[in-house]
């Protein structure tokens, strides 16, 4: 069994508004519509970039979707929960003002940003999986209560998994900070010896209080630490860094189990685009500008399975770039394959796919 995953080619050079009207081309050509009924509350999950970020998808470029789901008479709202770590996405307030100024609103885009899992991150819904690692998982309250999903992932590196696209923006996207934990709590930074400038921005940034400085480095007390990756992002000297080869799979395939919880009882109900463009080697969440590229833009995939546009879009990356992902973001130590296989293993979706590429 394989499934259809529609592609075409685009470029963020070709400008706004030609993006926007090429993902409602492929919107048109899947066959769509069929998936979002007429009063839905249909959640348009997106990113829309750590401040400082300029690489994630803009807002203009969703523009012709949110009119499609306006035109079927849905109550599509753009959506994206709380970060674990600080910044301008930690808490509804700050997520909200930033999405605003960068025009996911009423504004922009004629519909409300609302963030799914309330002021603080926990407002969230216990969720019954059939997963390995878990058989429940804590989702975003409002993902749980809405009917319909349109998720518009920005396929970038990661970190962590390798490669944040559909699967990532579901799993931890959707999740409520208890969920995010969850999925982070095998993940713990460790600070390199002979490294460390004891310069303190990591202990100023860390949301648990875990970090300590004595005459020599920093040290990270494990049993308080959360797995947020936020002393990982704010450290400039690459002194703390993970046991990548150990809990980078269970972290993986704790995003896969999200996902799933993020997506049931919307069988049929849901689609998934991933905006292979800007394909930068980390993801939005990062506050940086201009980060480095792993390819040239490629365009935007869109399907109803989670997997399949994800294994499609990492195939076309890894074609167009000549190597795989790991080595495109310089760090072989990470493998996108966990995530593809265990999602596929707990029924997310399949990993067999037929491109039909549009015009
Ligand atoms: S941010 Fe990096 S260099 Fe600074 S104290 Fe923390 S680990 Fe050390
Ligand atoms: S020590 Fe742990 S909790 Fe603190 S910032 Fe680092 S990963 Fe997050």
């Known amino acids: 069994m394989s499934s259809k995953v529609y592609f ?12 926007s009207e090429k993902a409602r081309t492929l919107f048109r050509a899947g066959g769509f519509r069929k998936c979002f009924k007429k009063n839905d509350f249909t959640a348009v999950k997106v990113h829309v970039g750590e401040e ?15 009119e499609e789901l306006v035109a079927l008479k849905t109550k599509p709202f753009i959506t994206d929960t709380s970060t674990l770590y600080t910044g301008r996405r930690h808490n509804a307030i700050d997520h909200t003002v930033l999405a605003t100024q960068r025009g996911f609103s009423v504004e922009g ?15 969230e819904a216990a969720v019954p999986i059939e997963g390995e690692l878990d058989k429940e998982v804590m989702i975003a309250a409002d993902i749980v209560r809405c009917q319909s999903i349109l998720s518009v992932a920005h396929f970038t590196g990661h970190c962590a998994t390798c490669v944040g696209a559909t699967i990532k923006t579901l799993g931890m996207g959707c999740s409520s900070r208890k969920g995010k934990m969850r999925q982070h ?13 004891r310069c303190g921005e990591c202990r100023r940034h860390c949301p648990a209080d ?3 400085l004595d005459d020599v480095q920093a040290h990270i007390d494990q049993d308080k630490c959360i797995g947020c990756a936020e002393c990982v992002a704010v450290c400039r000297f690459d002194a703390v860094a993970y046991d990548w080869q150990q809990e980078n799979e269970i972290l993986q395939k704790s995003v896969a189990e999200h996902a799933l919880g993020a997506l049931r009882g919307k069988e049929g109900r849901a689609v998934f685009f991933n905006f292979v463009m ?4 980390d993801c939005d969440c990062f506050a940086r500008a201009n980060m480095p590229k792993m390819v040239e833009d490629i365009g935007i995939l869109a399907s109803t399975d989670p997997v399949a546009v994800d294994k499609a879009a990492i195939d076309l990356v890894e074609s167009r770039g000549g190597r795989g992902v790991p080595k495109l973001i ?6 996108w394959h966990t995530q593809i296989e265990h999602a596929v293993r707990i029924g997310l979706g399949c990993a067999d796919y037929e491109l039909v590429e549009v015009e």
Request: charged share 20%; glycine share 12%; proline share 7%.
């Open 278 to 281: 800007s394909v930068t080697k």
């Open 52 to 66: 400082t970020n300029n690489t994630y998808i803009k807002a203009p470029c969703l523009k012709g979707l949110v």
């Open 109 to 123: 885009l004629g519909i409300p940003f609302i963030p799914p899992d309330g002021l603080f991150g926990t407002a």
């Open 210 to 212: 875990a970090i300590t």
């Open 8 to 19: 075409i080619k685009a470029s963020i050079g070709e400008g706004e508004r030609a993006v």
């Open 330 to 335: 310089g760090n072989a130590k990470l493998d």
């Open 185 to 197: 709590a095998a993940l713990k930074p460790h600070v390199k010896k002979g490294k460390c400038t």
